[in-house]
């Protein structure tokens, strides 16, 4: 399991993004910029929805063998955000 923390740093004087500092397990991912028209009432595409799934998948895995990774989406998995 993972712990991920998404921190707002700032945004831009014109309101048109916002800085979002990333932290995986304490460590420290980095900022990223996120620009307000990319997020708000924009479907996702296919391709993002793969993105994320194989991401979270990803920080599943963490601290787990390929054989417990298995079997918990064999199970199923539940995530709200």
């Not at 916002?18 to 995986?24: E, F, N, Q, S």
């Not at 924009?42 to 920080?59: Q, R």
């Not at 895995?61 to 064999?74: A, D, E, F, P």
């Amino acid at each position: 399991m993972a712990t991920v923390v998404l921190t707002i740093k700032g945004t831009c004087t014109g309101g048109g993004h916002v800085v979002i500092g990333v932290t995986v397990n304490g460590v420290d991912r980095g900022d990223r910029n996120v620009y307000i028209p990319d997020v708000t009432d924009v479907a996702l595409t296919d391709a993002e929805i793969v993105t994320v799934v194989v991401g979270l998948v990803k920080l599943h895995k963490i601290g787990k063998t390929n054989v417990q990774v298995r079997n918990n989406l064999l199970a199923g998995l539940s995530l709200t955000v």
